[in-house]
């Protein structure tokens, strides 16, 4: 069990039969005539729905362990994405929504840290940005002194934006939540 003061980004919680993620906190001390409160934005498990919930200081809540572990991504299909624990070989299904804008940016064998809660993956720990390879681009125009950026079509199909020196091979960085380039990682 855990008083409401205490509780942090991260954490998961029991409430109400179902298991949230503390997405954001705010602790009010309170004042001579208020009392004090939590204020938590949390997001269920289950669902993906986020929700805003406001607790008195010292409500008790219960907190859940979850275990981290590295899985591999094998594949998907439209009613699941299969996921492989490396040591044991153990398969885990989760629906894809559970990676939704991810999903475009996995390769076969790619690493996902997932959340285990009873022996069942319930969370997903997915990286903010990805190294891909460019597939195909356009040749750079020579001459220019501003900024320009021209289109590259990267290994999973996806396009983004570049700069002009960026050829086929190159490995760049991608942002996961924009799609957009970060930076060149090595020229091949």
């Not at 954490?11 to 906190?25: F, I």
């Not at 289950?46 to 859940?64: A, F, H, N, Q």
């Not at 993956?121 to 681009?137: E, F, G, H, I, T």
């Not at 002009?164 to 924009?178: A, C, M, N, R, S």
């Amino acid at each position: 069990m855990l008083v409401a003061r205490d509780v942090r980004e991260g954490q998961v919680l029991r409430l109400d039969g179902d298991l949230y993620r503390v997405v954001s906190v705010t602790v009010h001390s309170g004042t001579a005539q208020l009392s004090g409160a939590v204020r938590a934005t949390v997001r269920n498990l289950r669902t993906g729905t986020v929700t805003e919930l406001r607790w008195p200081l010292d409500t008790r809540l219960e907190d859940v362990p979850l275990e981290r572990v590295e899985l591999q991504f094998l594949y998907a299909d439209p009613e699941e994405v299969v996921l492989m624990h490396p040591e044991t070989f153990e398969q885990f299904t989760v629906p894809p929504a559970a990676l939704e804008r991810y999903l475009p940016f996995l390769k076969e064998g790619s690493s996902v840290y997932a959340w285990l809660y009873e022996g069942r993956p319930v969370d997903l720990d997915l990286p903010k940005q990805v190294p891909l390879v460019v597939a195909s681009c356009g040749a750079g125009i020579r001459g220019r002194a501003e900024h320009t950026m021209k289109e590259a079509v990267l290994e999973n199909g996806m396009t983004v934006m570049v700069p002009q020196f960026i050829q086929p091979g190159d490995t760049i960085l991608v942002d996961v939540e924009t799609g957009s380039y970060i930076e060149r990682l090595w020229r091949k």
